[in-house]
């Protein structure tokens, strides 16, 4: 049987703020609770747009 652990999650409350054009990073933080760091990742078969085609 599948466990909560074998679903990928993303970090919400802290997730990382990258910037394309000089590489540069930041980590931000959220205090509000709002998000957690473990939110589940839902993946979505891809769409015809998605792919490339029109």
């Given at each position: 049987p599948r466990t909560?652990?074998?679903y990928p999650?993303?970090?919400l409350q802290g997730p990382l703020l990258v910037n394309r054009a000089n590489g540069l990073a930041k980590q931000l933080v959220?205090?509000?609770?709002?998000y957690h760091t473990h939110h589940p990742l839902?993946?979505?078969a891809p769409t015809a747009s998605a792919?490339?085609?029109p």
């Open positions: 909560a652990t074998d999650t993303v970090n959220l205090v509000q609770g709002l839902t993946l979505l792919n490339g085609s």
